[in-house]
């Protein structure tokens, strides 16, 4: 078993833990505040703006919110979507719109905005969740035998992979989806300790669902931890009941379904077809974000650790949410996409570690020469880490997100109140930080852009269009009239349309 290792940092000297210690102390403060610094707090595309408009609505007391429709005109005259920013859901029964996303993430943005308000709620949520993957971490390796010096190196491997940096700079719910489910892998772990931890099992699952619905996929790796212990089954199910309450009653009210989501049907995109090339993609970017390092989880099922009911659940938890998401059309199409098996990933990291430290135990590595080795590793992670955070300009996001609310602001300065304004990507984001009526360009129905046309002359509003780069040239031309470009604010290009 790896706790037996001879690595520990307890037989190292007195001076020489007080130093790895102190470094460790000022290299996790370093993190955070860097982090903090380049959270991107802004409401920008679909799911940053959908995670912040559903929060304020919460705040707001609303599960709903009337659509920003033509007064007069029902919501889906001029086609079903045509006044629904991204990030939503109309219904065309009642012309509300409802946020796409699940509840458990703006609910944390909710608390958070109550203490720092709505500005700083995503940095508050985001670096919070951060400290508490790293010491949830910490906690999961120790309770499976891994050495404080393996433990440590673990938290730096989560830290510093690009996929989570990539999550801690936005909102949005993966980061999130990560700790509830360390939370609930640990407490599961300690679940035949104390009827308590079975109980905190269940309450962590049930915030992790509402977090993200696949995270009821925990049933199995908890499963396995709990075995035939049917107390603890009670105390789980027990724990869960708010959370599952909450669940449904949220969707019910929302959805007219306890168990259909925003998301509404997504069985076309799950299919056999994309398992191939999914599996392939996942092989070619797991190494890249969390270094070849990883790679040596492969020898974990041959260790005499792998037969341990802490690791067994490891790799029920990586099996199945891999499995699930590898027939999922999306998780292929580009490297951060695997955003959805994020919270899989400390099952890689601690397997690999075990690997690490069991050598280290079998080849009789002294204590100087094994934190010789365990830092050689770590800093060869490191630095292949660092080295894609660079290649992919993961540090540089908030820039990027910062045209929206800079646009947004641009327009509800200069723009006449009773603007329409045709857009797509920045939808949501205007939803959020202006007052404006919002024209979906691209959910206009078919030969309905004659009479939208002549409704919007009939109430005298003026029209604009703001646009990407990527959507512009389809936008003008099938908004159809004579335009003039007015201003660029950062990759938005304002364009007013000439009587």
């Not at 060869?380 to 990027?400: K, N, S």
Request: charged share 10%.
């Amino acid at each position: 078993m790896p706790n037996s290792a001879p690595s520990s940092v307890t037989s190292l000297p007195r001076w020489l833990r007080a130093v790895l210690i102190g470094f460790a102390g000022v290299a996790g403060a370093a993190y955070l505040i860097t982090l903090a610094a380049h959270i991107s707090p802004h409401a920008g595309g679909a799911d940053s703006s959908g995670y912040l408009n559903s929060a304020r609505m919460l705040g707001h007391g609303k599960f709903l919110t009337p659509a920003r429709t033509l007064p007069g005109h029902a919501a889906t005259e001029f086609g079903e979507m045509t006044f629904q920013p991204l990030g939503f859901r109309i219904q065309p029964a009642t012309g509300q719109i409802a946020p796409t996303y699940p509840i458990g993430f703006p609910l944390h943005l909710f608390a958070a905005a109550r203490i720092a308000g709505w500005h700083n709620a995503a940095i508050v949520v985001n670096v919070v969740t951060v400290l508490v993957s790293g010491g949830l971490f910490w906690a999961l390796a120790r309770r499976l035998g891994l050495q404080p010096i393996w433990a440590g190196a673990g938290v730096a491997l989560l830290w510093l992979c690009p996929l989570f940096l990539f999550s801690a700079l936005q909102p949005m719910s993966d980061l999130l989806a990560l700790a509830w489910s360390l939370a609930v892998l640990y407490c599961a772990l300690r679940a035949k300790d104390h009827w308590a931890w079975a109980l905190a099992c269940g309450i962590s699952l049930g915030l992790a669902v509402l977090v993200r619905p696949t995270n009821a996929l925990l049933a199995v790796p908890v499963g396995v931890a709990l075995g035939f212990h049917w107390r603890s089954y009670l105390a789980v199910g027990l724990g869960g009941l708010p959370g599952a309450a909450a669940f449904a009653f949220y969707n019910w009210r929302v959805y007219g379904s306890p168990v259909l989501t925003g998301y509404g049907d997504v069985s076309s995109a799950f299919s056999r077809e994309f398992l191939s090339h999914n599996l392939a993609h996942f092989a070619r970017w797991i190494p890249a974000l969390l270094s070849p390092v990883i790679m040596l989880v492969l020898a974990a099922p041959f260790l005499p650790a792998a037969r341990q009911r802490g690791y067994g659940m490891l790799a029920a938890w990586w099996v199945t949410l891999t499995g699930f998401y590898s027939f999922y059309y999306n998780s292929g199409e580009t490297w951060w996409y695997l955003r959805f098996i994020l919270p899989a990933f400390p099952a890689l990291i601690l397997g690999s570690l075990a690997v690490l430290a069991t050598s280290a135990q079998a080849f009789r590595v002294r204590t100087r020469l094994g934190l010789v080795a365990v830092s050689g590793v770590l800093l060869f992670a490191a630095g292949w880490q660092i080295r894609q955070i660079q290649h992919l300009d993961v540090m540089t996001f908030e820039q990027g997100e910062r045209n929206y609310p800079d646009a947004a602001h641009w327009a509800q300065k200069n723009l006449p109140a009773n603007s329409a304004i045709f857009c797509l990507q920045v939808s949501g984001a205007f939803y959020y930080y202006s007052d404006f009526m919002m024209v979906r360009w691209d959910q206009v129905a078919a030969g309905q852009y004659a009479a939208l046309h002549a409704a919007l002359a009939e109430q005298q509003r003026p029209i604009y269009a703001a646009l990407f780069p990527f959507e512009t040239p389809e936008a003008l031309d099938k908004i159809g009239g004579h335009w003039t470009k007015l201003t660029t604010i950062g990759q938005v290009t304002f364009w007013q349309r000439q009587p």
